[in-house]
């Protein structure tokens, strides 16, 4: 059920269907001549996340102007290989390092052939050794060190 709404969402998000006062369970269940009946029963916590979901996704397109990509530093913490036990290992990294450094940006992605965890926007190597040293002394991340990578920064 969880893919079908998710394969929903991503649908008509996709084909444009945007409006700013229903939510996509609104949409679903609107009236209407030759278009059948469908009734959601659902836990009110699942309309305020898609309505969340919504609303971020909009604003991805506004932020996509206030941010730049440029060249700079991550710290990897976490290398594995194409399975889901090491994305399931990467999520769990990335979750670790979030509760322990909330201030720092924590990207947990596939990189074929591999899965990995990387933490922070550095511009400068030394912003992201100082991080390293920070991340190293907590003694849970064993595959610790600092990356060139494509960083994401407020425009200025």
Same mark, same amino acid.
């Given at each position: 059920m969880k893919k079908i709404i998710g394969l929903l969402v991503f649908l008509l998000i996709q084909a %444009?269907?945007?409006?700013? !006062?229903?939510?996509?369970? #609104?949409?679903?269940?609107? #009236? %209407?001549v030759g278009l059948g009946s469908v009734t959601i029963h659902q836990d009110d916590d699942i309309a305020a996340l898609l309505n969340s979901d919504l609303a971020s996704a909009k604003g991805n397109r506004s932020t996509a102007s206030t941010t730049v990509k440029k060249q700079g530093y991550r710290v990897q913490v976490y290398v594995g290989n194409n399975?889901? !036990?090491?994305?399931? $290992? !990467?999520? *769990?990294? !990335?979750? #670790?390092?979030?509760?322990? @450094? /909330? $201030?720092?940006?924590?990207?947990?992605? @596939?990189? /074929?052939? *591999?899965?990995?965890?990387?933490?922070? #926007? @550095? *511009?400068?190597? $030394? $912003?992201a050794h100082a991080a390293m040293r920070e991340i190293r002394k907590q003694g849970n991340f064993r595959e610790v060190s600092v990356v060139k990578d494509q960083i994401v920064l407020p425009v200025e």
């Open positions: %444009g269907i945007h409006t700013s !006062a229903q939510s996509i369970i #609104d949409h679903l269940q609107k #009236d %209407g399975t889901r !036990a090491s994305k399931n $290992e !990467a999520s *769990r990294i !990335a979750s #670790d390092v979030r509760n322990k @450094f /909330p $201030e720092l940006t924590v990207y947990a992605m @596939f990189n /074929p052939p *591999r899965w990995l965890c990387r933490v922070g #926007d @550095f *511009r400068t190597i $030394e $912003e």
